[in-house]
């Protein structure tokens, strides 16, 4: 028997003899010179396996199923078929009650330019209230807090209906001016619940406002609005 046997055969005795004596089974692994390359207690084997959270199969069953109850859904939280199909019955809709994609197009080519004429026709509009119950003269009511800016040559249309028999004065700063000249519209001679329509030559830079008189003991309620004339 060769020194390096008898050196193994040694180490083996020696590992036998400390395992008869021990009180815990251990797993020893032995290289071919001779060398202890492992030598760990079945207990601390288990251990290392279980980790600092102690964790066996039964608490990897435990996680697991844990787990799958939350992925669960009960068969009573889902919708049923006939609901499932009610709502797809109503979100479907048959091509034959879709307008084409021509008609479409159609449609808007015609309501584009109409839409854009009149979003730059109109220069503004507003809702005509004042209340003059407690008053014992006439108030001149000023329609708009700030003076309506024109910003072409060209004309402008004044459409206008009261509840109160009244008159109504148009006021204008021309363009590079600071006195504003203000005269009656329809020589004063406004009459309660008529629609009145007056057309005005205008300058780029003008500014424009309208003032009513409001009888001394009337509330006042209409509507007015200034739109340019196309040409």
């Known amino acids: 028997m060769s020194l390096g046997e008898k050196t193994v055969q040694r180490t083996i005795e020696n590992a036998l003899k400390d395992l008869s004596t021990a009180r815990d ?15 760990i207690s079945l207990s601390a084997h288990r251990d290392a396996l279980k980790g600092t959270g102690n964790r ?5 069953e435990t996680d697991i199923e844990a787990i799958l109850a939350q992925l669960d859904v009960a068969l009573s939280t889902r919708a049923s078929e006939t609901t499932l199909s009610s709502i797809l019955s109503q979100l479907d809709v ?8 021509t008609t479409l197009t159609s449609i808007d080519g ?9 979003a730059q026709s109109l220069l503004t509009e507003s809702a005509l209230s004042y ?19 024109v910003n072409f040559n060209g004309k402008i249309v004044i459409q206008i209906i009261m509840d109160q028999t009244t008159t109504a ?8 001016q600071t006195t504003a000249y203000t005269g009656y519209i329809n020589e004063g001679n406004l009459q309660a619940n008529s629609w009145y329509e007056f057309e005005f030559e205008v300058n780029n830079g003008d500014a424009l406002n309208v003032v009513i008189q409001v009888p001394a003991g009337a509330v006042l309620s209409g509507y007015l609005r200034i739109f340019k004339r196309e040409r």
């Open 110 to 118: 015609k309501l584009s330019p109409l839409l854009k004429q009149l």
């Open 25 to 39: 089974i251990k797993v020893v692994l032995i290289d071919s010179a001779g060398n202890v390359i492992s030598d």
């Open 131 to 149: 209340d003059n119950s407690a008053g014992t003269a006439t108030a001149d009511y000023t329609v708009f807090s700030t003076d309506v800016s």
């Open 56 to 60: 066996d199969f039964t608490t990897l």
């Open 169 to 176: 004065q148009l006021k204008v700063t021309p363009a590079g």
């Open 94 to 101: 048959a091509l034959s009650t879709r307008a084409s994609e």
